[in-house]
Nanobody, 115 residues
Framework: QVQLVESGGGLVQAGGSLRLSCAVSGSSRSIITMGWYRQAPGKQRDLVAIISSGGSTNYADSVKGRFTISRDNAKNTVSLQMSSLKPEDTAVYYC?????????WGQGTQVTVSS
């Protein structure tokens, strides 16, 4: 059974930094895409950043230049380094992985940025 376990959320002041990590277990197949989405209260879940197995990345415009996604294919982990955080970054952040044609999600980790 595939599991995604996130860590690293929390409370931080505006302008601060946080690092989110996610470990994927339970699959022997290649993880094609890994990434992060977020959902603020009352809003839809939106893409933050994704990274392919080859290292190609895509970021939401709102986080470009502030967030950096990386992955370790050998360990099946993906991380999101978040800097210059803003109150509008406050949301539940979900780890995402696509294995073959199936999408998997983590349970979510809360990130709160105070002004």
């Amino acid at each position: 059974q595939v599991q995604l376990v996130e860590s690293g959320g929390g409370l931080v002041q505006a302008g601060g930094s946080l690092r989110l990590s996610c470990a994927v277990s339970g699959s022997s197949r290649s993880i094609i895409t890994m990434g992060w989405y977020r959902q603020a209260p009352g809003k839809q879940r939106d893409l933050v950043a994704i990274i392919s197995s080859g290292g190609s990345t895509n970021y939401a415009d709102s986080v470009k230049g502030r967030f950096t996604i990386s992955r370790d294919n050998a360990k099946n982990t993906v991380s999101l380094q978040m800097s210059s955080l803003k109150p509008e970054d406050t949301a539940v952040y979900y780890c995402y992985a696509r294995i073959v044609i199936t999408s998997y999600w983590g349970q979510g980790t809360q990130v709160t940025v105070s002004s």
